[in-house]
């Protein structure tokens, strides 16, 4: 994929979006009502309708029998995470950094997987799907449900840094303008490792890690049993409690 240089440099800002080729929001559910939970994770157009929110968790209700309260929490959730994702557009944008390392650290059903590599963030071509394809390829993965699940965590990620480099545009701006005492923003656990890790390995940017020179992001993928399955489950469980 070719990478494109229209990502904010301290110079020349763009406004708020996902680095990837589509600007879809990650979007995941976790909702428990008179002890049933539901819990998904998918992506969503920005773009579209509110009232789609509420068609989507009514045939989601009905697709899997879910109790009709589910209806209005499911729309609630969706239409929250909206919301934040819009209250970013229009903003300005910088990131520091060309590449940063993504973390894979997830379970799916029987298999769990752990990966460390390096995305550009300036191919606005990028597709976290069509990576998560060819990594379950690699991989020998079978399971179905494995590859939405690594492309959603990797659209969050990015999504989180985006979010970062909103504040870190905020921050320049201030500092311009020659004001003190400015609201501290916090940054997050990812975006630190995201720099100290680009310091240490240099500027070499692909989605693909290269084994010859990145040995330290080596794919770790377990196939578990059904009896860790069901005890990581029941730790999950009263983890959520």
């Not at 994770?41 to 929110?53: G, I, K, L, Q, R």
């Not at 840094?161 to 916090?186: D, L, T």
């Not at 692909?206 to 029941?234: G, Q, T």
């Amino acid at each position: 994929m070719k990478p494109l240089s229209t990502w904010g440099s301290s110079r020349n800002p763009v406004k708020f979006r996902i680095p990837t080729s589509d600007n879809l929001l990650p979007i995941r559910l976790d909702i428990e009502i008179d002890g049933q939970r539901f819990r998904d994770a998918f992506t969503w157009n920005p773009s579209d309708p509110d009232s789609e929110v509420v068609v989507f968790a009514k045939r989601t209700v009905k697709d899997l029998k879910l109790p009709p309260a589910f209806v209005t929490q499911i729309a609630q959730s969706i239409q929250s995470q909206l919301t934040e994702f819009r209250s970013y557009e229009g903003q300005d944008m910088y990131t520091g950094e060309r590449v940063v390392p993504i973390k894979l650290d997830l379970r799916v059903n029987h298999t769990l997987i752990k990966d460390q590599f390096l995305w550009d963030l300036n191919n606005f071509e990028s597709d976290p799907e069509e990576f998560a394809r060819t990594f379950c390829k690699d991989m020998g993965i079978e399971d179905p449900e494995v590859g939405p699940a690594i492309a959603i965590a990797i659209r969050e990620q990015l999504y989180e840094i985006a979010v970062q480099s909103v504040a870190s545009a905020k921050e320049s701006r201030m500092i311009k303008k020659g004001r003190k005492g400015f609201e501290h923003i916090p940054i997050s656990k990812a975006g630190g490792i995201a720099v100290d890790l680009v310091k240490s390995f240099g500027n070499k940017s692909s989605v693909i890690r290269k084994r010859k020179e990145w040995d330290v992001f080596e794919p770790i993928v377990d196939l578990l049993s059904n009896e860790e399955v069901d005890a990581l489950e029941a730790t999950e469980e009263r983890n959520a409690r």
